[in-house]
């Protein structure tokens, strides 16, 4: 055989190089007939191009790493240096892109979720290229149960991209300023998969959050009197405490689904009590928005 496998920890070796990394796919793309899959799946790539070109990214454009059309999606790495460029203005581009597409189709909306990593990944145009950890986290990220629940909650007719920001991008892009994107226009959330083991720290951005998204919090369906009257200990760490807490400009989430701006109808969560102070939000664990969401003219239901 001519491919040898490296034994781990047996030798040290050269860090591969770092690589960021871009990764969309489609909302709802198995519930499409069969007809429509081949044009969805090349349509994507296209928008995500006429996106970069609009942002001006024409160099990210033309030096793509490995990319991969991935049937509901894209992914791709990329020069790291490009980051803060992607971040903003290239999601927020890409959404206004998807709605203008959305409001003059006539075949079905094109709603993506995105997320954005870093990390070493083999790069020598060769067998294997792009492939490692950080690879597999970028799309354990686009899966995880917070980015699929926000988007499933917002208004089609209004937010057409959610995107998930790993921590290690938001930390050395967002929180260093190196971006145009403020780090008050993300919301920290758990980024699990459901049947994975998953589990990191991750920050949403949704570029145009419909008015079902930008509400403070979502009282539960069922809230004791007790609980509603109850005191909050001041001794628990609130981001441990049932329910949920918000100190300062800071929400923490414990149970059940934080979302920001005004309700619609409908929509409910299962969990704890909810009090708000501040602005920005966190979330701690539990993502479960359910319920009817009704945009538009009667009987556009979602």
Not at 65 to 91: E, I, M
């Amino acid at each position: 055989m001519s491919t040898v496998v490296p034994a781990p920890y047996a030798e040290s070796r050269p860090l591969p190089p770092y690589r960021a990394l871009f990764a969309v796919d489609a909302k709802d793309f198995t519930g499409l007939p069969a007809v429509q899959h081949g044009p969805v799946s090349q349509l994507i790539p296209e928008l995500v191009d006429q996106a970069l070109e609009r942002a001006e990214l024409h160099e990210l454009r033309e030096s793509k790493r490995f990319p991969a059309n991935t049937g509901d999606g894209v992914v791709f790495g990329f020069d790291p240096a490009l980051l803060p460029f992607v971040l903003w203005p290239f999601l927020g581009v890409l959404d206004d892109i998807l709605g203008a597409y959305n409001r003059q189709c006539v075949g079905p909306r094109i709603r993506l979720r995105a997320s954005l990593h870093v990390g070493p990944l083999p790069d020598a145009d060769r067998p294997g290229d792009g492939n490692g950890t950080a690879r597999n986290d970028t799309h354990r990220l686009l899966d995880s149960r917070p980015v699929k629940a926000i988007l499933a909650a917002a208004s089609e007719q209004v937010t057409h991209l959610a995107a998930v920001i790993s921590q290690r991008v938001y930390e050395d892009v967002v929180l260093g300023a190196y971006t145009g994107l403020h780090p008050d226009r993300c919301v920290e959330v758990p980024a699990t998969v459901e049947g994975k083991n998953f589990s990191q720290r991750a920050w949403l951005y949704v570029p145009s959050p419909s008015g079902n998204l930008v509400q403070a919090g979502v009282q539960p369906r069922e809230e004791s009197a007790a609980q509603a009257a109850a005191p909050a200990d001041p001794e628990q760490d609130p981001v441990t405490r049932p329910g949920t807490h918000y100190s300062g400009n800071t929400q923490h989430v414990g149970e059940g689904a934080a979302v920001m701006g005004s309700v619609g109808r409908d929509i409910t969560y299962t969990g704890g009590s909810t009090s708000y102070h501040g602005t920005n939000q966190h979330w701690g664990g539990g993502d479960n928005v359910a319920g009817d969401k009704r945009v538009g003219e009667a009987g556009d239901r979602r």
